[in-house]
């Protein structure tokens, strides 16, 4: 009897958790004005706000990694990771990306 009670209480909580919630299928590509999003066909263009998309690509890719600023050129005050995509920011612009394949735009060495 008491087997019955414990797995009644179980199955009673499994149901109360929530599933974790799950990232789109959206796919990110680097290019030479900034970066291509598929499959909504939408862009983050040098020049945006970090204020856009930092948060932006938090939600698609997960939470970022501040990087420290050691080779950024003058001017560039963050520098963020989403797994190997690394973006560069001004205090008020997107300015450049690097990862695996190359980069673009004012980077950090």
């Known amino acids: 009897m008491r087997i019955l009670v ?3 209480v179980l199955a009673g909580l499994t149901a109360c958790v929530a599933p974790a919630p799950t990232r789109s299928a959206v796919v990110i ?3 030479a004005t900034g970066l291509q999003v598929d499959p909504v066909n939408k862009r983050i263009d040098f020049g945006r706000s970090p204020k856009g998309v930092v948060p932006a690509m938090d939600r698609e ?3 970022h990694v501040a990087l420290p600023l050691e080779g950024c050129p003058t001017g560039v005050v963050r520098q963020l990771q989403w797994n190997d995509l690394v973006l560069t920011f001004t205090r008020e612009r997107f300015v450049g990306w690097r990862d695996a394949t190359g980069r673009q735009g004012q ?3």
Request: charged share 25%.
């Open 61 to 63: 890719l997960g939470r």
């Open 29 to 31: 590509r680097p290019d």
């Open 6 to 8: 414990l797995l009644a």
């Open 107 to 109: 980077t950090c060495a």
